[in-house]
């Protein structure tokens, strides 16, 4: 049975006018990652901070509980990406684990995942940009529940990240 799509793998792709070849990009050093990252003046050199929880930890509990937290202290305003991931189980198929990303009790990130095997470990993660605009502790939390209290959520390996990146 033939699978659509598949003609696309036999596409000479440098026949696109789309296509750019990495040695095609003239280098220059103002514009070069690895320069940037390397000088200590860059502005996301400097404004970094993480916290991860690595063990496992389950809930019955409807009400979110923390995972894992972050004390961002003494970091300027400016634009910061804060990153996240972690791993998933829920022992139930009728109701949600959830999980969410809290910043002064304001929440970018929110999460209601139904399983579909309660012996699975599922993984997320991803980013959100956040616009510090006051000075000060901002108190940033991962946390998760459980939809029902029939049924237990589990997470672990937790991670979290701030990096400034303008």
Known sequence: MAKTGRNNLNLDWSLSAWCLRAEDIPYSAENSVKDIIDNKNAVFSDDYTYSESLGESNT???SFTTKTSLTVTSMPAGLYR???SFEYKHDGLNYDWKGRLGIAR???M???VTVNNVNDWYQAGGFVHYNLTL???????LQ????????ISY??????EVFRVN
Do not use: H, Q, V, W
């Open 106 to 108: 304001l929440y970018p």
């Open 144 to 151: 998760y529940c459980t939809e029902n209290g029939s049924e």
């Open 135 to 141: 000075t000060g502790t901002k108190i940033i939390n």
């Open 110 to 112: 929110n999460m209601n």
């Open 82 to 84: 804060l990153s996240y």
């Open 155 to 160: 997470i672990r390996n937790a991670r979290l």
């Open 60 to 62: 019955f509990m409807t």
